[in-house]
């Protein structure tokens, strides 16, 4: 069966809680591309080059959920060249036979247009900050400003800005529980899935 779940967002709105709940549900393959344009950031060097010559290993680091790579990913995600060289890896896991859920911010947009089902994760600017700033510490208004600047560049940057795709539901998280976005997105799997 080929059945892809674009879930797409801003920072912190629960994409990746979401993302693995709904793999675990359905026995999904589960692909984080965020990791791919943090360990192309985090690289150093020419990220062009970076981005083409990818390893697992890059992906297995332990820096790549830290504020620094966080904003480290969201200044090489704006160059074409780099988000041309993950396209096909990202479209190869998509269409992997038994399902597969993406999270990202370009997936039910350009790298799937065609998936089964696509979300639109959100929440306000405040609420994500804090829960960023749960994980990660230090001075909060400087996670929010951070949050905000990122945001900003994703979704300014001309190659595939940050946007709810036309046909996406969008879940807006700020007031749920994790368990009650994690239904709120398994629902709509299983009625696409029922179909
Ligand atoms: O992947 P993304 O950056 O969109 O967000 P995440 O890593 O899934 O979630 C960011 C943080 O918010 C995590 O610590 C989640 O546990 C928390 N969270 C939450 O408190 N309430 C939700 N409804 C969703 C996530
Ligand atoms: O977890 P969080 O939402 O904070 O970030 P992430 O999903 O790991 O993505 C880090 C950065 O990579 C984003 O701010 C984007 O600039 C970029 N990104 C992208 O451009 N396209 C994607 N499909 C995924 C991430």
Redesign the pocket.
């Known amino acids: 069966m080929i059945f892809t779940v674009a879930i797409d ?1 801003p ?7 979401i993302s693995r709940a709904v793999a675990e549900r359905f026995g999904f393959a589960h692909l984080d591309t965020g990791a791919l344009y943090r360990a192309v950031g985090v690289k150093g060097g020419d990220p062009v080059a970076a981005a083409r010559g990818l390893t697992p290993a890059d992906l297995a680091r332990d820096d790549l959920r830290t504020l620094e790579a966080g904003q480290a990913a969201s200044k090489v995600a704006v160059i074409p060249e780099v988000r041309q060289a993950l396209l096909d890896f990202q479209r190869d896991f998509a269409r992997r036979a038994g399902g597969a859920v993406l ?1 990202g911010r370009d997936i039910g947009t350009v790298i799937c247009p065609e998936a089964e089902v696509k979300l639109f ?1 959100t929440a306000s600017p405040e609420v994500r900050a804090h ?2 700033w ?2 990660v510490g230090g001075d909060a208004a400087q996670v929010l400003a951070e949050v905000k600047e990122r945001d900003a560049r994703d979704m300014t940057r001309a190659d595939a800005p940050l946007k709810p795709a036309a046909d996406a539901v969008v879940i807006d ?1 700020s007031r ?3 368990e009650e ?1 994690i239904a709120a997105a398994c629902a709509v799997v299983s009625e696409r899935l029922c179909k």
């Open positions: 967002g920072a912190a709105a629960g994409k990746g809680t999270d994760v829960r960023r749960l994980e998280t749920l529980s994790i976005a």
